[in-house]
């Protein structure tokens, strides 16, 4: 049983299109994480947040914002959608602790056309 | 640079042993995480290793020498439910996952 969600599960959209995709989990962890993966490759690290109101860049921002005002709740908007913002993106959280296993969402496997 | 290296495919036979290898390079070192992800589906957490030696999970081990920058994943008695991607991953030293690219396991009956 999944305790981290997110959605859409699937989304193709046009160019330009301003798009949030959605994180949530139940679990009150308070490390979330964005990664972008394309198929094959390693998952590369978007944004990240130690806890409510704290967010930070990873090595590939890919022009896109993160909030966490709730801690349960981490969403990533993309203002203006590419063709090479086609990827998934998954979204992961963590306890407490420095060294905690990650917990991963099934992912949102995004088009842009 | 930091670097995650694992080979990108492997082939077993269903009952086999197989032994997946991952070589890192990070700056500073907290430890080594193994993932699996099966296709189209998330990376669910496997193990962690920051002292030398062998971790041994049921029909899963995974093995870490900090001196020669190498871990291994050991996968005993292969099931068709095994065929998945094995992703390596170094904790660096400040606590951000590295990420390997993945082994694809495909397991033949």
């Known amino acids: 049983e999944a305790d981290i969600y997110q959605t859409p599960r699937y989304l193709v959209i046009g160019t330009g299109k301003k798009i949030t995709l959605e994180c949530s989990q139940t679990?009150?962890?308070?490390?979330m994480y964005w990664y972008q993966q394309d198929p094959g490759m390693e998952l590369h690290l978007i944004h990240y947040?130690?806890?409510?109101?704290?967010?930070e860049k990873g090595d590939l921002s890919s022009e896109s914002t993160v909030s966490r005002i709730r801690t349960e709740h981490f969403p990533l908007t993309l203002e203006s959608a590419r063709p090479s913002h086609t990827s998934q993106y998954l979204c992961a959280s963590s306890g407490t602790g420095e060294v905690q296993p990650q917990h991963f969402g099934d992912g949102t496997r995004l088009s842009i056309l | 640079g930091q670097n995650i290296d694992q080979p990108t495919e492997m082939t077993a036979t269903e009952g086999a042993i197989v032994q997946i290898n991952c070589t890192y390079q990070t700056s500073g070192f907290n430890g080594l995480f193994w993932y699996q992800q099966h296709a189209g589906e998330a990376p669910t957490f496997l193990s962690y290793?920051?002292l030398d030696g062998l971790e041994e999970k049921g029909r899963f081990s995974s093995f870490l020498s900090r001196s020669k920058g190498y871990s291994y994943l050991l996968l005993k008695e292969l099931q068709m439910k095994d065929s998945a991607s094995y992703l390596c991953?170094?904790?660096?030293?400040?606590?951000?996952?590295?990420w390997g690219a993945g082994t694809k396991l495909i397991i033949k009956p």
């Open positions: 991953a170094g904790l660096d030293s400040n606590y951000q996952l590295i």
């Open positions: 679990m009150g962890h308070d490390k």
């Open positions: 290793n920051v």
């Open positions: 947040s130690y806890g409510v109101n704290s967010t």
